[in-house]
């Protein structure tokens, strides 16, 4: 079976964060009178609040309460026969947080209906980290030597990159990025005693930078000041829960603090996050399992270090180890079974420990959204989803895609910027085009998906050498045609732009190849493994927003990041008489080859080709889902 859809040249994603804001959506009620408004109290992680709770409705034109409290159902507060054609502010108390407001503004149609959602932080509690005040920003001198020294360090000279990271230094002292630098150039060259007060000086002026607290956690274990370094890394967690970096640091920590329980943790959370560059943890989890008499399933873990990492340092070691558990396991099987002492006895030759890459030099973290992995939309408690129902409407809209398509053509402005190691940005290379897209389906095995712009992008022409194509064609993920091709969930009921939207994950199936897209490289085509999180209309099954990520790198080709941001819109064609959910606003984000890259495409003037009619950007005409 031959499906190939999405083309990469040359090689190669944003996400909603709903915390803090309100989420206001109208739908009709059958009841008669006047409106009804339903408030949710969150967290800011969006935990549901309801102990101690008091909920005001305020009057904005009058400045009055005119309700309060309301009535409880569920996790929400429902206030009826609220006055319609007002804006409304909503206040929230709760025992042990800050209070909350949000405004609400009520449509004056009878029988209306509006839910609002309030995030509240927590009172009085001091932050872990407290954020530094105003802007660090280097002079340009400052900055100079910066670049100086980051470009020495790439290039492996330490030495150098240290005059001028001390340069940087002396120019501005208080600057926790200068500070952070020098110490990594002295960390780098295993000059622990020096890198020390810088590192800790970049975190005391700074200490909401997981790459300089997570340093420091490093630079403590390979000083064997385990309980300073589980401090510093459980911090740099609490910034990014997803640093399996500072995951795989801590799992060795509490192993030699002989601490098994929270190895284990950490050592899982590391495969989790880390996925393929962090698979050596395994065998750091299989010691863990050990500690805590976990034997066969140590055996499991150690077993599988070995098959990934055959010619490691420590393989012959571990398949020692792996002999020991197997007579254990052998004794424990036996009429007389070894005491639980037995179990939990290290053999009599330790493991070396493998330690993480101590940190990657930025860009930030930020310079990408996060993976879709450490994504957690906000949903609403207690909204049942029914999968097979969602992917069915999904399907629905994607099978209409291809057959009413056929061609369309559309502006494209288009914009590529490289992001440096020194966070400064290049100048960035902008286009516009005239843009066409083709979508065929010469047999029912085959979606073949084209994109023609009117002068092409040359690699040479971008930064990195490399061109993305393929944001059209991400929306045939739920086609029947691919659907098999991935694993689904459905998170719950959330929001996209106001209207209410089920939120559905995705991903590559182990056993299955990737078909929808691949990446071209000088070194040959691969197919890409890919996982996604998409908002799809509640009612009329139409993808609205979308985000993809790699599953996995793509470690021949040096690709080790692809994040798709895809807004669409309904495109409404009036001659024809359809309406097709387009991409109105694409960005990509990439790491490739040592380069990280962020791509923006808006679109704008759609025309269907095959009937020459132009376009109007219009609210979705929602249909009822399938039964």
């Not at 030597?145 to 501005?172: C, I, P, T, W, Y």
């Not at 402005?413 to 992001?419: K, L, T």
């Not at 994950?505 to 071209?520: E, I, K, S, V």
Request: hydrophobic residues 40%; proline residues 7%.
């Amino acid at each position: 079976m031959q499906r190939n859809l999405l083309k990469y040249v040359a090689g190669v994603s944003f996400f909603l964060v709903l915390a803090g804001t309100a989420i206001a959506q109208g739908v009709p009620e059958s009841q008669n009178g006047s409106a009804t408004v339903t408030v949710y109290v969150r967290t800011m992680q969006g935990n549901p609040i309801s102990a101690g709770s008091h909920v005001t409705l305020n009057s904005m034109n009058f400045g009055i309460p005119v309700a309060t409290g309301g009535q409880t159902t569920g996790d929400g507060w429902v206030f009826t026969g609220v006055q319609g054609g007002d804006e409304y502010d909503v206040e929230v108390t709760a025992d042990g947080y800050e209070p909350g407001h949000e405004d609400v503004l009520v449509a004056p149609e009878s029988g209306f209906s509006v839910s609002v959602t309030v995030f509240l932080k927590p009172a009085n509690g001091k932050p872990l980290f407290r954020p530094p005040g105003g802007q660090f920003v280097l002079a340009p001198r400052a900055q100079k030597e910066v670049e100086k020294g980051l470009k020495d360090l790439q290039s492996g000279n330490k030495a150098s990159a240290r005059k001028h990271f001390s340069n940087a230094v002396q120019m501005a002292p208080g600057d926790p990025y200068a500070n952070y630098l020098m110490g990594m150039g002295f960390l780098l060259d295993n000059q622990l005693s020096a890198a020390s007060p810088y590192l800790e000086k970049a975190v005391s002026i700074d200490s909401k930078q997981v790459a300089a607290v997570h340093a420091l956690g490093a630079l403590r274990v390979k000083q064997h000041n385990y309980t300073a370094a589980i401090d510093a890394l459980n911090r740099a967690i609490q910034l990014d829960p997803t640093s399996w970096k500072s995951h795989w640091l801590l799992a060795e920590c509490y192993l030699e603090e002989h601490d098994f329980a929270p190895a284990q943790d950490h050592a899982e959370k590391a495969l989790r996050f880390g996925k393929e560059p962090a698979s050596q943890v395994q065998m750091l989890l299989g010691e863990a399992l050990y500690g805590l008499g976990e034997n066969e399933k140590a055996k499991g873990a150690l077993e599988i270090f070995v098959k990934q990492h055959p010619n490691d340092r420590n393989a012959p070691m571990v398949r020692g180890w792996i002999e020991h558990l197997q007579q254990l396991l052998a004794k424990a099987n036996s009429p007389a079974a070894v005491t639980v002492a037995e179990h939990v006895t290290p053999p009599a030759e330790s493991l070396t420990v493998v330690t993480s890459p101590i940190v990657d030099l930025p860009p930030k973290e930020d310079w990408a959204p996060v993976d879709i992995d450490a994504e957690k939309p906000f949903v609403i408690s207690g909204v049942a989803c029914s999968l097979p129902r969602v992917l069915s409407a999904a399907a629905k809209n994607a099978k209409q895609l291809v057959h009413n398509l056929q061609q369309f053509t559309a502006t494209e402005e288009y914009q590529s910027v490289e992001i440096k190691r020194n966070e400064n940005l290049e100048k960035p290379e902008v286009h516009k085009f005239d843009y066409l897209v083709t979508i065929s389906n010469p047999n029912p095995e085959l979606i073949q998906v084209d994109e023609i712009r009117d002068q092409g992008i040359g690699t040479k022409d971008v930064p990195g050498r490399l061109v993305d194509l393929g944001a059209p064609a991400l929306v045939l993920a739920f086609h029947p045609l691919f659907q098999s091709d991935f694993t689904w969930s459905c998170e719950g009921l959330g929001e996209w732009k106001d209207k209410p939207a089920w939120i559905v994950r995705f991903r590559q199936r182990p056993d299955r190849p990737g078909h929808l897209a691949n990446f071209q490289a000088s070194s040959g085509t691969y197919g890409l493994s890919l996982k996604g999180l998409a908002w799809i209309s509640e009612n009329g099954g139409e993808v609205m927003h979308m985000e993809t990520d790699l599953a996995k790198p793509v470690a021949a080709a040096k690709l080790q990041r692809q994040h798709f941001v895809i807004d669409y819109e309904p495109v409404k064609f009036r001659t024809h008489k359809v309406t097709l959910w387009l991409p109105e606003h694409v960005d990509v984000y990439f790491q490739f080859r040592g380069h990280y890259l962020h791509h923006s495409h808006d679109f704008s003037n759609f025309k269907l080709f095959w009937v020459g009619s132009s376009q109007d950007i219009a609210k979705p005409k929602e249909t009822p889902p399938p039964r």
